[in-house]
């Protein structure tokens, strides 16, 4: 068992160098990320992460160049408050460069309670809400589009819930943000994300693995700056592009205290614009979690 996950791990990794991610998560992918694990027996989670991603050197539908680097470090905690409700928060810090420039700096602040029921003896309930906040920066002095800015510039509501089988969870999603990026050249206004997620998990000893399937569904298409004089905005045909990703997880157990994961996405679709930034030809994700 443990020597397929690796292959598939491997294989996944391999396709995910050559294929269109389309994990463009504004924030909604919070929901459901980590699964109740019965072998670290800590409840409080301290995640430090790295992830390094690139848009692919093939241009938009529409012509705008993409060609972006996006490594980006992330720091996490996962608390628990009192009997079982919990707090997610994240911070990103993104360093962002193509061949119109480049752009570092913090990201949006992502903030999401949670509460968990108990049906079962290993079947839990669990509704989540919160936000992501406009923490990131949305300009430049060059005057860089949208998709190198490390935040979307919009403060959004977050909410959903997820059901925790045995050795299986799904979930669904909602993410509505307010307003419009103030970004010179794009002033960029997203639309709704329905999210959806399904897999599996198992546990051994020190190792763990997790596949899911994820998918994300734009309900509105972009809507960016026309002209500058008089000001005004048009919506872009068929922007609202939705997004499938299956999605490997391994994690390996150092200690009570330490568990380190690893995570690979192989794409289903591919993704015509990429105003927001989110749009990945590959992604490599590690991070170490620290339990207490």
Known sequence: ????????????????????????????????????????????????GFVYGASGIEPDINGNANDLIIPSFRLEADLDLKNNFRVNASLPYSFVSGPLGEKYGQGDLQVVFSKMFRIKKK?????????????????????????????????????????TGVNYFFGVGYQKPFGRSANYITRLKRGDDVF???????????????????TILRLQESNVLSTINPETFVDVSNSNEAQVNLLATAGYKFSDELTGT????????????????????FT???????NF
């Open 1 to 48: 068992m443990i020597k397929t996950t690796v292959l598939i791990l491997f294989l996944a990794t391999y396709v995910h160098q050559i294929s269109f991610s389309q994990c463009s998560d504004a924030g909604v992918c919070t929901i459901g990320r980590h699964q109740v694990n019965e072998s670290v027996i800590k409840s409080n989670h301290i995640y430090i």
């Open 123 to 163: 079947h839990l309930l669990t509704f989540f809400a919160g936000g992501k906040f406009a923490t990131g920066s949305v300009n430049s002095d060059d005057s860089l589009p949208q998709r190198y800015m490390p935040g979307l510039g919009t403060n959004d509501i977050i909410a959903g819930a997820v059901y």
């Open 196 to 214: 959806f997620r399904a897999g599996f998990f198992e546990e051994f000893k020190k190792v763990s693995i997790k596949a899911e399937i994820l």
């Open 262 to 281: 690893v995570q690979a996405a192989l794409p289903f679709l591919k993704r015509d614009y990429n105003f927001d930034g989110l749009k990945r030809k």
């Open 284 to 290: 490599i994700g590690v991070a170490l979690s620290y």
